[in-house]
């Protein structure tokens, strides 16, 4: 009788263990999917359960029906790899990472000259999770698993630095790094982690009028304290639709779509409405739902707003018909002010952007023919815009805007363009323009080469988006020269930036091998290096096609 009844309180006991662990009650708890390869550990805290102080009221959701069949983006004429080219580029990133592993593994930021490692961004092994995509491409499968099981570890829910969280900055690094390398490998952490920190994220936007707060305190948050920010850039609010929607999609979970979508009606409303109709200011009041001041622009703090009204196009299968409507409207304005020709010594049929103020009380307008390293992502995203919407001019726009920067780097002594100078523009954008040296002040600075009126920043911060733009005339192109162009940069930003350990920022481009600071950002891994091997690579690797890449590179599957 005795041992029945033990029998029967064991079995009892066993269910009750049962049904306690798959409720979910556990001090950890069970990731989605059960079964992991690594070790995985939650964060400490549960964003997902976390109160919603200000849910939506009408939650918006992902267009339904099938994804539409978009143009061609990519060449028809297919190119082989230049294996020598790739195992070049694949050697100064194996480089840079066995850096990284040895003197910064699961920092934010190797520190090139010093050998140390350094916390930037909240903490989580900023380096790491935006180079996976990479490791993933260029086949380094070990060095993938060993970086994913320290994934497995992250806790979005603490940061290192104890500051509060850049929405923007996480969002397109890290989210967009596990995302991208989730759609690459469908490693089931990588999404369980994009799941925990969109989660986390998510909270930035639990505000009266649902918009988000640039700087996420998580104190705050809890106690339902959050506003939208009074200020905050384009590109804060405008970069973080691909993210978001990509995590909806791939969770079938339409409350990160809602959070974006929110977003994009505050900008459609305002599109036409601004002192110049078709773009918006840099700075925009979001708390308020208002535009502020009148500067515009398509560099830092800007930039990406417009490249992701085109990139949302493919990324939603051409099922929303207001992202290309708005993307057009806002390229046909950038074309109209603030594209430029810029005056040189041999006529260059190249073009660059500028800026525009636009006085409030007279409208009148000012235009600075100023081009920084960062607008180089502009001459892809004209080309990628004028292949999905069908638009050639666009491509043509694109084509002389990346010749643009890659005349700026063949113009410098170091072979590197700066990171910000000013020139003379022609009146027109086409015809010719003969060089009048009258427009430019005297000068027998040797290092101030012809065309350019001065240059403003002169560092080299090893960052992509000309080699970005480059990369998409190529795949969407075909042409021999642009492969040429990227490898003459190459050697150039190999020579100028090499140190003992890895690769380091230049503080002078005006002069050849002049001294370096102790930066390395994770873009070089995430992005510069990336996209040098995908212009050496067969051309059908990470096709356009199939793959829309987010601002810091990270590629996600489109829908087919
Ligand atoms: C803005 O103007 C364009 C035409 O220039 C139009 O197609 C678009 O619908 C307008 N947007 C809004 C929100 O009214
Ligand atoms: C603005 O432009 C008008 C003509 O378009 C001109 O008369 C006026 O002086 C300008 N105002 C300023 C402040 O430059």
Redesign the pocket.
Known sequence: MISRRYAALLFFVCIALLLWSSFDILPRRQPAGGKFKYPYVPSSYDWSKAKVYHPPTDMKRLPTGSPKKLPQIQSNKRSDGQEAKMQAVKKAFLKSWEAYKKFAWTKDELMPLSAKGKTSLSGWSAQLVDALDTLWIMGLKDEFSQAVKEVALIDWSKTQDNRVVNLFEVTIRYLGGLLAAYDLSQEPILLAKAVELGDTLYATFDTPNRLPSHWLDYEKAKQGQTTADAKMSAAAGGTLCMEFTRLAVLTKNDKYYDAVERIKIFF??F??ETTLP?MWPIWMNYRDEEMLESHYSIAGSADSQYEYLVKMHPLLGGLDTEYP?MAI?ALDTIRDNLLFRPMTPGDANILLAGEVEIDDNTRNATFTAKMDHLTCFAGGMYALAGKLLDKLDYVDLGSRLTAGCVWEYDAMPSGIMPESATFVACAKLDGPCPFNAEHMPPTDDPRRPGGFLSVQGTSYLLRPEAIESVFYMWRITGDQTWRDAAWRMWENIVRETETELAFAIVRDVTVSLGPKGDSMETFWLGETVKYFYLIFSDSDLMSLDEYVFNTEAHPFRRPV
């Open positions: 459609r409303r599109q036409n078709g409507e409207k």
